[in-house]
């Protein structure tokens, strides 16, 4: 269903609002560099700092922008069953393509709990679901097992699987089937996924290289390793600097350095990029090609 380059795009901000315009022209920009889908509303997003009214905006100009060009997969998760419930919803409704689901974080369910919250979600509403597991963030790991459980459920398309663990690959496959959407939530780790099997990724990176990765992606997918591998070399030190800091300060940083209509504004807690990280992000930006 999904593949190729997805950024997990920024929300900007300007003196402490979304700043929707510049919004618009990252979309905008995004959709010509090549990306292939949108999330709007993921960790990158700044979700948690958001109100229901601002994620339904942003989700809202989001969808707006891309006007049918490319997909867009609207963040929904909560660790409420119930908000998770009513983003996918309001996603819906706006015309979202799917809803970006991540485990529940701090209550810490079970393997069943996660089962249940999941088909809970599916029962209340038919947007596809692409679940996202993140256990660095969430504490909670949706087990590989649990995860091709779940991929019974005929609305749950997709994971986006940063756990690092690139056996999961082969696993999910194995489980899920081999027309399971499988989709990094690494960048540095992109290449390998694909190599087992991975057909995309949900990327920080492309928020400021959207042509690189959409080219890396292309090459992924006709099977061009050695031009994989050259691309994800020229990349590789800028998926570093992207979490040089508390994300999202570098990659706002980094997208204020690439467009002057683009502020590096975060919200707290998340602080602007260290000075360290802003030396670190320029040097990976000239290396990259990208300034």
């Known amino acids: 269903m ?5 950024p997990a795009l920024v929300t900007p901000f300007r003196d402490g609002a979304f700043d929707a315009p510049a919004f618009v022209r990252l979309v905008d920009w995004q959709v010509k560099q090549g990306t292939s889908a949108l999330v709007p509303c993921g960790t990158t997003g700044e979700s948690p700092t958001l109100s229901f009214d601002e994620h339904y905006r942003v989700i809202d100009v989001c969808i707006e922008a891309a006007a049918g060009r ?5 963040g929904c998760g909560s660790n ?3 908000t998770a419930i009513r983003h996918m919803r309001h996603a819906q409704a706006a015309g979202a393509a799917a809803a970006l689901v991540v485990a529940p974080y701090y209550n810490r369910p079970t393997q069943d709990g996660l089962i249940a919250h999941f088909r809970a979600l599916a029962d209340a509403s038919d947007l596809p679901i692409v679940v996202y ?3 660095g963030r969430t504490v909670t790991d949706i087990a590989a097992e649990t995860m091709c459980r779940l991929a019974e459920i005929p609305s749950v398309v997709a994971i986006k699987d940063a756990s690092g663990d690139l056996a999961r690959v082969t696993v999910h496959r194995a489980g ?38 959409a080219d890396f992606a292309a090459a ?9 591998l050259s691309l994800h070399d020229r990349l590789f030190a800028l ?9 999202p300060g570098p990659v706002k940083y980094a997208l204020s350095r690439v467009h002057d209509w683009f502020s590096p504004e975060v919200r707290l807690p998340i602080i602007p990029a260290s000075a360290a990280s802003r030396g670190a992000i320029d040097a990976a930006l000239v290396a990259a090609g990208v300034i």
């Open 70 to 74: 490319v997909p867009v997969i609207a």
């Open 80 to 82: 409420d069953t119930a």
């Open 220 to 228: 992924c997918a006709t099977g061009d390793w050695s031009g994989a």
């Open 239 to 247: 998926h570093k600097a992207m979490f040089s800091d508390a994300s």
């Open 176 to 213: 899920a089937g081999a027309g399971f959407c499988q989709l990094s939530g690494n960048d540095d780790l992109w290449l390998p996924h694909a190599v087992l099997g991975g057909v995309g990724c949900i990327s920080v990176t492309a928020n400021v290289a959207p042509r690189l990765c």
């Open 133 to 135: 597991n993140v256990p």
């Open 2 to 6: 999904f593949s190729g380059s997805i």
